[in-house]
């Protein structure tokens, strides 16, 4: 591991560590007035309905902090988080530690001597409120100390004079047209229809309705094809529409480059995100074109270095007056 | 798959768009199994006539590229070697030298079994 990586694992587990340490503090404070059994799990009223040992709770108080911050470090360090999504992640590590840790002391503290059945006043809900708040605080504090770590910057090569381009003579028409399989597709499509289906039947046909209304358009889109031609670049489904186009007119270039579908898209599908958006079906290659309001559109395709080499020369094109 | 056409050319526009796919398969930028875009799609996109895009598409089923499956579209059939497709464009090569030289279809026809009876 490197000195860089390891500052970033540590700096992601730290708030899990230091939730341990200020939990096991406490409760080596109160243990003696604890009852044998403590009352851990309480109704939407807060009363208390569930119970366990008191040692039982510490070892799942400790295993659980343990767990999450090695899970926190692990991706950390391996996740390929990039600029503000890596900050953002050890940032919520700190919300999730500090309201989790908080969380663990209050049920500890309403049941300082307590009798046997139970605290008497329950679990007061405002507990709860104090948890999201120490969360945001310990949040943002997240945030801040990641300006100590180097951050991972983004891989872009966004170097125009670069960009492959393609002999095309004068007056030729060049269309480049390229399958995007999605294998999980499918899948999806069934399952928004299984869902659709019950929860019209069991519930509201309000919400079911939307869901089969999304396989429907999933479904259309299960064997997308991406198109690049003089009018821009067109991912479009089996219909006419719905589609998405960019037209060469809101382009300022075209790359071939991998894409992280979960770091810099946050998961599958028509993404859109503050910085970019995008056509994902997967991570690995990618046509990304930056486009003239600064954000980014990317659509995994592949071969996408072909694609990207003609919207560079139609660009071209386009530029000389064409 | 890149298509490419020229107008001003004087090779008819179906054979340009056969053209780019014999070139794809004997580059291998296209696998067999992978699907063309539909006639429609291609034919907006280049800005052909449709019926143009059938043309070639059909040009290219008789060479056994691709099969055109009804509902299913255009794909690139399972014997669509780059090598097959190279053959295919010497082929034509030697198709377009013997009308240069100004020979008959009998005559050409009579060189190709004399080769493939040697």
């Known amino acids: 591991m490197t000195s860089k990586n390891l500052g970033r694992a540590t700096l992601a587990a730290l708030p899990f560590v230091l939730a341990l340490l200020i939990d096991l503090t406490l409760y080596a404070a109160v243990e003696d007035r604890l009852p044998d059994r403590l009352a851990v799990h309480f109704d939407a009223g807060g009363t208390a309905d569930g119970y366990t040992g008191s040692t039982a709770y510490l070892l799942y108080a400790v295993l659980a902090l343990l767990a999450l911050g090695a899970l926190w470090a692990f991706i950390a360090v391996s996740g390929k988080l990039h600029g503000r999504a890596h900050r953002w992640f050890t940032g919520g590590g700190f919300g999730v530690a500090a309201f989790l840790g908080y969380l663990l002391v209050a049920v500890l503290f309403v049941n300082v001597d307590a009798p046997e059945g139970g605290p008497a006043d329950g679990f007061p809900l405002r507990h709860i409120a104090v948890a999201l708040g120490a969360a945001a605080v310990a949040g943002a504090l997240g945030l801040l100390l990641t300006r100590l770590v180097p951050v991972p910057e983004d891989p872009r090569d966004g170097d125009s004079a670069v960009r492959e381009r393609i002999t095309l003579a004068d007056g030729e028409v060049a269309s480049w047209a390229r399958g995007v399989g999605a294998w999980w597709a499918p899948i999806a499509v069934l399952v928004f229809l299984a869902a659709g289906v019950t929860v019209g039947r069991e519930q509201s046909w309000f919400v079911g309705a939307p869901l089969l209304l999304l396989a429907l358009v999933t479904a259309t889109f299960c064997r997308p094809h991406v198109t690049v031609d003089r009018r821009g670049l067109t991912v479009s489904g089996l219909l006419p529409r719905p589609r998405v186009r960019v037209p060469l007119e809101r382009m300022e270039g075209a790359d071939s480059r991998p894409v992280n579908a979960l770091a810099e898209f946050g998961g599958w599908g028509y993404r859109i995100r503050p910085e970019r958006s995008g056509v994902i079906t997967r991570s690995g290659e990618a046509i990304v074109i930056s486009l003239r309001n600064g954000r980014e559109f990317a659509v995994t395709v592949r071969d996408s270095a072909t694609g990207a080499a003609l919207l560079n020369t139609l660009l071209d094109r386009q530029r000389a007056g064409g | ?118």
């Open chain 2, 1 to 118: 798959m890149l298509f490419r056409v020229d107008p001003t050319s004087t090779v008819p526009l179906g054979d340009q768009i056969a053209a780019s796919v014999r070139r794809a398969v004997a580059e291998g930028a296209v696998a067999p199994g992978e699907r063309l875009p539909a006639a429609r799609v291609l034919a907006e996109s280049l800005g052909v006539n449709v019926h143009t895009v059938l043309r070639g598409y059909q040009r290219l089923r008789e060479e056994g590229l691709i099969e055109l499956r009804r509902g299913r579209g255009a794909a690139i059939t399972a014997g669509a070697s780059p090598q097959r497709a190279r053959l295919l464009e010497r082929v034509r090569e030697a198709v377009a030298d013997a009308r240069d030289l100004g020979m008959t279809e009998d005559e050409l026809l009579a060189l190709v079994r004399g080769e493939l009876d040697a």
